[in-house]
């Protein structure tokens, strides 16, 4: 993959993310399945969901790689995107794997991600990390991505 662009803060993250989809041309009930860890990924998943909700596409939060816990993600009025406790059936033309699920540490592996992406065969397959995670975990040649956002978060000042 070659370097398109380079953008920064939370715009440069949704903005490429939107075009990307947008350009595919989705039709009313294509799914977006983002697959993430809960807690840390949730929030920047229902972040990228705010951003494409205009799109005519259904969007899934898969736990980890949990299908059977799928959840729709569903407009809050006043608050934007949030998980619902609803169940959702799993059928993606994209695929969006979190970098949380690269950490170290996390109950997940990357031979257990790669099953669960080659179930979904034709589906897109984005990567949207923090600080060269799906690079430093050595996923880049482990997965067939079609569009990967790397983001920084550098630096991180705290005041007192």
């Known amino acids: 993959m070659e370097l398109k662009e380079q953008l920064s803060g939370v715009p440069g993250m949704l903005r490429p993310f939107k075009a990307y989809l947008r350009g ?3 039709g009313a009930g294509d799914q977006v399945v983002y697959y993430g860890c809960p807690g840390t ?10 951003a494409v909700r205009d799109l005519p596409v259904e969007q899934v939060y898969v736990p980890y790689v949990d ?3 799928a959840k729709i993600i569903r407009p809050v009025g006043g608050v934007g995107m949030q998980v619902s406790g609803d169940a959702a059936r799993v059928d993606p033309e994209v695929v969006v794997l ?4 690269a950490m170290p540490g996390v109950p997940v592996t990357k031979e257990a991600v790669r099953a669960v992406v080659g ?3 034709g589906a897109k397959v984005v990567g949207i990390c923090f600080m ?9 040649d482990a997965f067939d991505f079609d569009l990967i956002i790397d983001a920084a978060i550098d630096p991180v000042r705290v005041w007192g």
């Open 24 to 26: 595919l041309e989705p």
């Open 41 to 50: 990924c949730t929030p920047f998943i229902e972040l990228l969901g705010f």
């Open 67 to 69: 299908e059977t816990a």
């Open 98 to 101: 979190m970098g949380g699920l």
């Open 119 to 121: 179930a979904h065969t």
């Open 132 to 140: 060269q995670m799906f690079e430093k975990a050595g996923w880049l």
